[in-house]
């Protein structure tokens, strides 16, 4: 972990997780705010942060340049969007800035990119950056690997209505680990719908489903159903600062790593 004042610069700051992102990190007597973004055009541009938040202004106007905005930063935290997730990290790795991403909804080909770009700065990459599932993802897949594949395996997620990816990040990272204990290809037994006269379930396929409604933060459900018993998994977020206080912890420890993409498993030491 980096000793002293670390400086942010922080994207995305309109979004759900942006505002709770400045909120906790002002809090954070550690760190200083020296830059902040967000899209083209956004309501936001030109605003103090202090304002997103409803105190008053700390001098940090929002800018759409995230060269401007991160100039004297130590680090980037990013929940954006794939896209500009991407435009970012071209910043980052041409000037070795590191990046905390917690973006979700990469293609497979954005996320090469992104594994190719990198190779110029250190980032911790997540899509859910909450302890609670992060031991979880760890449970699951002691739990797949004890298990076995006697038991189908089925991941059931559910978020608010403006969620724009689905199936979630979180859901799509225990198919892969899950997978990976059972020596599966995700990317070939993964069924994300169910409709119409489909036939018996598999034994290899691993079933994705996802909720959408109301103010619903994420909740994830594995299910590892045998005959005559079932075991069920499940991690709850009642509130976006678990995911705040994770990226700020990954912040913290991703400055002055080696450039490469690291996990939040690898913050956590486990």
Not at 164 to 181: F, H, Q, R, V, Y
Request: proline share 2%.
């Amino acid at each position: 972990m980096c000793t002293g004042t670390t400086k942010v610069a922080v994207t995305g700051v309109g979004g759900r997780m942006g505002g709770r992102i400045l909120s906790l990190l002002l809090k954070d007597a550690s760190i200083r705010i020296v830059g902040a973004t967000e899209r083209d055009c956004h309501n936001y541009l030109g605003v103090d942060i202090g304002r997103i938040i409803g105190i008053s202004d700390v001098n940090i106007v929002v800018t759409d340049d995230i060269t401007v905005a991160a100039s004297e930063a130590d680090a980037i935290i990013d929940f954006t969007t794939p896209r500009a997730t991407l435009r970012n990290a071209e910043f980052a790795s041409s000037t070795g800035k590191p990046m905390v991403i917690g973006t979700t909804g990469f293609t497979e080909e954005e996320r090469r990119e992104l594994e190719r770009l990198t190779r110029g700065f250190p980032c911790v990459f997540s899509p859910n950056m909450s302890i609670g599932i992060n031991v979880v993802f760890e449970i699951a897949r002691k739990l797949a690997e004890y298990l076995g594949r006697d038991f189908d395996i089925e991941i059931v997620e559910a978020h608010h209505g403006d969620k724009i990816d689905s199936p979630s990040g979180t859901a799509i990272k225990l198919g892969e680990i899950i997978a990976d204990a059972t020596g599966r290809d995700f990317t070939k037994v993964a069924r994300f719908e169910r409709y119409g006269q489909l036939g018996q379930r598999t034994k290899d396929e691993i079933g994705i489903q996802s909720i959408r409604g109301g103010d619903i933060v994420g909740d994830h459900t594995v299910l590892f159903c045998g005959i005559g018993e079932r075991v069920e998994l499940t991690h709850s977020a009642s509130t976006r600062d678990n995911f705040a206080k994770g990226a700020i912890r990954a912040l913290k420890w991703i400055v002055g790593k080696p450039s490469g993409i690291y996990s939040m498993k690898d913050v956590l030491g486990f």
